[in-house]
């Protein structure tokens, strides 16, 4: 960490600064500059708070060397984490895993259609969403407990391990008992309250990436998780806010490479909330993998009115298969199998 | 509403889409153009989804006409809400709301010199930080129960009413009883589950902004509080996320003006979060009178070690008392009290 | 397009509006609903001016129901444009077009050795940089006429057509008589008086887009172009300004397949600028190319002092060899050669 | 500037980036952490390209202490710069310039009706476009030279300086001869080739913010205008794209504070165009004096068809006689006249 003061900063003043982070176990090297004076801190400066050191008015500046992170650092964890589900081993190189299953559960026939049709295509996890967050109150909110019963049956039914979004801290024991992979939505992503519950879990956690987050507050909340003790976290980049107003998101798909240069983590990608458009998520889902992905999940509708390949939003069966015969054909120029 | 279709839509399956809308009571005019149909709705819209309408292969674009919110539109809702906390009547046109308080309470002697002084130079409400929102599970956190209970005596001591952040729906009962406004922080604006839960309470929401929500999404989230049957909402500009990075957000005070006109809830505005920088929060404060702000929310430190007027992100009491004198010079051009 | 009006709009104000709309040769249906009044306009709207109808006070808002481009829209112009430059077809779905060299032109020594190697590992066009957009006056500005000059030399002694940025209106004859493809930076997107004299030019034009363009801004900067008279426009995704500071800018690859929707226009990626890091190139190059890109901008540096493998921003020779392996091994999958 | 190198780097490497800072007068002081190796860098280091420095493949991250700007900066420059235009002094504390005028000359009759207008209100500069920024090429793009001879008449009927964009290098010159200030609107902030021709003006420059620029790139555009030996630039800051869609553009008013505070050019404000809706000007133009611009510019139309008091986008002369009022009332309290 290098904390640039003023020039004009009294001398007893910065004593007292460098001694206090000496008496923290840091190395203070100081170099005198025409218009400031910079500190440069050498050892572990992560327990620094830096808005506290920023109430200093002698502090012109901080500008940090290393990340915040640290069990979220592929610095001190090079090897990659695998997180096994079911026979999915998310994060090992030679696996794609996807993980498929419609937006919201809502009927038994509709979610066992669904994932009887995804696991004959080659899913490895069933998605389904039993509690919504949504922007209106007056909108669907899903089936809630209902809907993760019927979540649990079409497990049982198919031998897909089910992954399924929470929203409040008081389901959590809930959730750690009945799924396999508990989902926290992009606007979640910073509800510290959940983070620190989940870090008691036994269960895996896939963490979306808040709308407008960047990579690091994203791996911050992937530290809370680990910080409590559970380390099993899958991020999952869905499409940032952005000035497009075309698709709902943009998928930052530069994310993925970035991530995995700074980070141990398995990270997947979400093509269809990004979008919102069905005949986007084909291509998108392809250069998920193009970019080194370790995954994709993907919503798969099933609607009986409309019935063979003409979804809208999600893809039907039909448009899965396809869309998975792809994915296996040049999955082996990436060393992977889907 | 009206919803755009494609022109290749077939007339029996228009036919059962508007049969469909006016079994919902409400009104459709066909628009025949070019290259698509448009479907003019008349009546109330609220409750349709727009998201499952979409899911609709034939229908190319949605174009809400109305805004989404009702209990919190000016349309149904014309005349102004005042929210009364102690001897302040926030949103009434003649006053002026001065919240003030440190950032955490941190300790006994600190919070109550700090809320001396405050009321002193004019304060009309106690804020003060027990349960910290913190991007890194490293940060110091709040003294949490700790702190709400010197908050308590804070305002036994001053007479004050006291603001303060809410995490944790499990806290509601304990806020709702102990505190007189709940604040819910720029990160959990769209944590849904805990606006239900507020929507139950009977003491008044100061709502913050999202870090990059827009004001229909805001007021969308202050429509959940409003929908669970508690309308005492005064919301919050706090400053947004834009690419400037010498300001920690931008404030946008142009959603002042725009927030009374679809709303009629209260406004108030938070100088200190959004510069991060002490020497703006004078300017900004006079700028938010000038805006026609309902009020402001500032943080005033108390800082023994470096005594005197001199302190950095907060206000230190004696720039505090300046402001007061600033505002309350003005404040009569703007047919306002504070 | 429907416009919105009060409900309180005089009749007679109606009656004017609509009259005026129909001796534009535009049909009208009025649909009155219980707060507002909105007018269906059927025929070609491209030339009414929103902001102009905006001016009257009874229209509240105005909503298009089709896109404001039209030479540049596959509505009007459902086959895909191929622009040739050279052996490459750029548009052309069979076809992957890899525009390559450095950043800047340097010396003639550096330019025929990038020429000379990308060439053999098999580029279709040369790019390098004469005059350079930099933030700074105080930062290398480019070697201007004399880097042109060292361009077409470097034309001369491999056969490569090249790109090369233009910045000021003035030299437009000089660049359509002496390059083969002329590029329009990022920062320029909106140079209106620039875009209007590349109309008039015989050569291609490569369009950059704007740091925060959206995708209807960028093909309104094409249409500008084109509706001079010169259609060859070849539009280039070069990353979008985010919150993420990791990555210089975000790659918007969600963008390829949207422009592919709207546009018959040929888009290409480029995925140096975008990321500023040289091992995010060849990730994302893949990943333009699952996307359905049709082609790809890319920086190849010679480094003489740092000879092998081990460029940092740009690709040295041997990484561009390996990459062009890489590409040629997936596109088979994607019917495409490169 | 502070220079990152991993910890890796070779001995003889690193010897030899220091021996080249210390070639060009630098003096270096080198920090050696557990995970990389710090340059302290002192002296004057305006000329590094930053850039270039990162093409070193040891380093990994530059970090600046010192702000990129030179001439536009307050540090080397503590006393503000006062423009002189006509009767104004814009940068003058006890003044408070407005400039005011329509958004495009249209004709005789409405420029000088307008003109007359608002200097019987009190306007100190006569504002009028003649060249438009238009994102359509099918929407009107101006009168051009007609619009400027318009202008002129204006002068010299009413004796108010007048203020007119310029969108090409070709128009310098007779800028620089016919009108009083030149202005560069946001799409053309970076048009360097621009930028430095001004730099050769008489004239001042008002130089309004790109719309998702930073404050920094900013000043760095005013710097190209100062380097090129034109000092007089009038900074103006007009709102900036956010997610909001309610108002056009997000006014950042906190942008004043921090532009005073970086530099000591002049600022105004521009309240029409970033809201887009008159009922807005005048809460935001009394918010921008509040904050401590030095002037606004507001646009001001004559519409002969709506008469009296309601113009829609722009103000009519009525509704910029009351908000001359209401400044004067306040301005007393800011120390200014106007």
Redesign the interface.
């Known amino acids: 960490m290098?904390i640039?003061t003023k020039i004009s900063i009294e001398q007893s003043h910065l004593d007292a600064m460098v001694e206090d982070f000496r008496a923290k176990g840091l190395e203070v090297?100081i170099?005198?500059?025409?218009?400031?004076i910079?500190l440069?801190l050498?050892?572990d400066t992560?327990?620094l708070?830096a808005?506290?050191l920023?109430?200093?008015?002698d502090?012109e500046?901080i500008?940090r060397?290393?990340e915040?992170f640290k069990k979220a650092s592929r610095?001190f964890h090079p090897q990659k984490t695998v997180v096994k589900v079911g026979n999915a081993s998310i994060g090992d190189d030679t696996q794609f895993a996807v993980i498929a299953g419609p937006c919201s559960v809502e009927t038994k026939e509709q979610i066992l259609t669904v994932a009887n049709g995804v696991k004959n295509s080659g899913a490895s996890i069933l998605r389904g969403g039993a509690y919504k967050?949504?922007?209106?109150?007056?909108?669907?909110q899903g089936l809630e407990l209902e809907g993760l019963e019927l979540l649990k049956e079409a497990r049982a039914a198919t031998g897909l391990p089910i992954v399924t979004e929470i929203?409040?801290?008081?389901l959590v024991e809930t959730f750690d008992r009945d799924v396999d992979v508990i989902q926290v939505g992009a606007?979640?992503m910073?509800?510290?309250?959940l983070l620190?519950e989940l870090g008691k879990c036994s269960k895996p956690i896939l963490l979306k990436r808040g709308?407008?987050?960047?990579?690091?507050?994203w791996l911050?909340s992937a530290?809370?998780i680990m910080?409590?003790g559970n380390s099993k976290v899958i991020l999952c980049e869905r499409?940032?806010?952005?000035?497009?107003?075309?698709?709902r998101n943009?998928?930052?798909?530069?994310?993925?490479?970035?991530v995995k240069?700074?980070s141990h983590l398995p990270v997947v990608v979400d093509p269809s909330h990004?979008?919102g458009m069905s005949?986007?998520v084909e291509?998108?889902s392809?250069?998920?993998?193009?970019?080194?992905a370790d995954g994709i999940i993907v919503e798969v509708?099933n609607?009986p009115k409309?019935a063979l390949c003409?979804?809208?939003?999600?893809l039907d069966l039909c448009q899965y298969e396809n869309l998975m015969q792809?994915l296996k054909?040049?999955s082996v120029?990436f060393g992977r199998e889907c």
């Open positions: 290098v640039v090297d170099i005198r500059g025409k218009d400031s910079a440069g050498i050892g992560h327990s708070d808005d506290r920023l109430l200093n008015p502090v500046r500008m060397v290393q915040p610095k967050p949504r922007t209106s109150p007056y909108s669907f929203m409040s801290p008081a606007r979640n910073q509800n510290f309250d620190k709308l407008s987050s960047t990579i690091e507050e911050m530290e809370y910080s409590g499409g940032i806010r952005t000035f497009e107003t075309y698709t943009t998928l930052d798909l530069s994310a993925i490479p970035a240069k700074l990004s979008a005949w986007m291509p998108l392809l250069a998920a993998m193009a970019v080194g509708h609607d409309s003409d979804g809208a939003q999600s792809k054909a040049i120029h």
